[in-house]
């Protein structure tokens, strides 16, 4: 009924950025929070940063300062800006959306994952 389609992974070089977005489709009646995660090799998923609908921001310490994540509301889409990358941001990054369906209660639904690699 809903679907999360990422794009915008790729291999970049260390100081370097990247735009990640998210679109939203489906029978969707309304979104609340939307985010991102992200998996490393050998590592748990960890969250990255997460917008409410009145788009609160919430960070990782890990990216403060370099990651901002935006939604257009209009068109069921978050991003994650991404400035200067680490090698550890190396990872991937998966979008996340607490959805409404109409007749059905709010449910979390995940994207299949972008892949993001930081090397030289």
């Known amino acids: 009924q809903v679907q999360l389609v990422e794009s915008g992974g790729g291999l970049v070089q260390p100081g370097g950025s990247l735009r990640l977005s998210c679109a939203a489709s489906?029978?969707?009646?309304?979104?609340?929070?939307m985010g991102w995660h992200r998996q490393a090799p050998g590592k748990e998923r960890e969250l990255v940063a997460t917008i409410s609908s009145h788009s609160t921001t919430k960070y990782a310490d890990s990216v403060k300062g370099r990651f901002t994540i935006s939604r257009d509301n209009a068109k069921n889409t978050v991003y994650l800006q991404m400035n200067f990358l680490k090698p550890e941001d190396t990872a991937v990054y998966y979008c996340?959306?607490?959805?409404?369906?109409?007749?059905?209660?709010?449910?979390?639904?995940w994207g299949r994952g972008t892949q993001v690699t930081v090397s030289l």
């Open positions: 489906g029978s969707i009646f309304n979104i609340d929070d």
């Open positions: 996340n959306a607490d959805v409404r369906v109409r007749g059905l209660p709010r449910r979390p639904y």
